[in-house]
């Protein structure tokens, strides 16, 4: 059992993920008809929560409470993979992202997420706001104006063949090539 | 009720939609009224794949940077092995005509192309990039008990609410 455990401990390599994660999209459908996505469970919480003036968001969203149970769901999952199988060491970053974030003090490996620039203290700072806070704002604004993020357009739409999320998923990977190349080397010496 | 039947019905459902919402948000299709205890199942569904998000390291905002930088195969490993194992299971429920647990018909609705396919998307690229997460991860890091997440999730709700608010002003 302990040994079980610290394999779960490490970290799985792709070929077993990957194709774990796309036997979501078959999993959804048995369970009920649902279509893999999970951008739009932001857009049920404003339905849910604002009652809105806004006719976007005036629908039947306990229709899709299935979609929130869901992403409750990976919050518990990530409660479950910090405290039951956390992992052992420092995680794996590529010595050229290590020499490259060393330049704009991000030197600790040991959480999935730089503490230096993502932390309570970070949101004070101009560069860990526009990372948290306007990075956040254009996830929401940009999945929903794209109808989907990578769940929804990425692995649902190609698995399902469609040409509007390939056009969207090229879109996203260029929006980030273009970010995390040209744009964010800026944004962190800030 | 038959395939065709529950086609004709969600088509009818989208068509007199004006704002087009169940294209937009993916609304399900599943046409059956449960108590609401039937949807735990997809509370654990999404414990499950949760735990596989963090596992596979995805949520990490450092895995995120390699792959735009094309610093590791990692990333495109993970999402080019799910939607190849995606595909193949969609086309075996079509081509053995597999229903749900229900015994409803299995109905994946089609995407309509909107401009908002590029515009939209380059924009979340851009915060992709910068949180390092999209929508699913975001979750399973804050509950990992990376709190200030939180507030990157409350932004992503005003930024969904303000395209809900000018969404008639914008190319689609």
Redesign the interface.
Known sequence: MKEVLEVLSEPWPWYVSGPLIGLTVPLLLLLGNKSFGISSSFSHICAAVLRPAIPFFRYDWKKEAWNLWFVGGLVLGGVIAANVFPFSQDIEVSNSLKAELVNYGVTRYDTLLPTELFSFEGLGTLRGFLLIVVGGFLVGFGTRYAGGCTSGHAIMGLSNLQLPSLVATVSFMAGGFLMANAILPFILTL | MSKGEVVAEFRKLTDTD??G?A????????R?SLP?W?????????????????????????R??????L?????Y???????????L??W??RRFG?R???G?P?????????K?????????????????????P????????????G???????????????L?SR?PH
């Open positions: 004006p704002e919402r294209i937009d948000s993916g609304l399900n299709e599943s059956l609401w039937h949807d735990i199942k997809f509370l654990i569904a999404g414990a499950w794949f949760g735990l596989l998000l963090v596992k596979s390291e995805v949520i990490s905002w450092f995120i940077q390699e792959m735009f930088r610093q590791s195969f990692h990333m490993g993970i999402i080019g092995s799910a939607v190849l194992v995606g595909m299971s969609l075996i429920i597999i749900t647990i229900y409803e299995i109905v994946v609705a089609d995407k309509k192309f909107h908002g396919n590029i515009y939209g998307s380059l924009l979340f690229g851009f915060g992709w990039a910068m949180t390092g997460a999209c929508p699913g975001l979750y399973a890091q804050l509950g990992t008990g990376m709190l200030v997440i507030v990157t999730i409350i932004s992503a709700l005003a930024g969904t609410w303000v395209y809900g608010l969404r914008l």
